[in-house]
């Protein structure tokens, strides 16, 4: 699904939810994984100007979950140690969403690149 503005956030968010509903997650966990969808679709948006984020189910023997990888080729992040502590932000934020996302789900990876761009992999496993 695209990222270009806070329209397609909103969607991609709608799409996560159905998606943990699909997987049986309780209400709490689908809030949990739409919240995080919120937070680096918000970012992408806002520091990348544009991106793309995508939604599956997978598998892991007989674990079933959902993995959300956002993709974008804006600045990327200089320093990714300091953007992952609580409290950082270089905009108005509250500097909770990167380590906030990265709390709320199982799995969280992080690869960024000045000048080309950062891909962000979650996953959420069921209980």
């Known amino acids: 699904m695209p990222l ?3 329209v397609d956030v909103l969607k991609v968010r709608k799409y ?4 943990a509903a699909a997987l049986q997650f309780s ?7 739409a919240t995080a969808i919120s ?3 918000r970012n992408t948006v806002l520091y990348a100007k544009a991106g793309a984020m995508h939604l599956r189910l997978i598998r892991n023997g007989m674990k079933r979950g959902l993995m959300i990888v956002a993709t974008d080729e804006g600045p990327g992040i200089p320093d990714l ?6 409290g950082y932000t270089t905009s108005r934020g509250l ?5 906030g996302a990265k709390r709320l ?8 690149e000045v000048g080309k ?3 962000i992999t979650m996953k959420k496993w069921e209980r």
């Open 4 to 6: 270009l503005n806070d």
């Open 16 to 19: 996560g939810k159905e998606l």
């Open 27 to 33: 209400t709490s966990e689908r809030t949990i994984v």
């Open 39 to 41: 937070e680096i679709a």
């Open 81 to 86: 140690k300091l953007a992952m502590q609580d």
């Open 95 to 99: 500097g909770i969403g990167l380590p």
């Open 105 to 112: 789900m199982d799995e969280f990876d992080i690869v960024s």
């Open 117 to 119: 761009g950062t891909v």
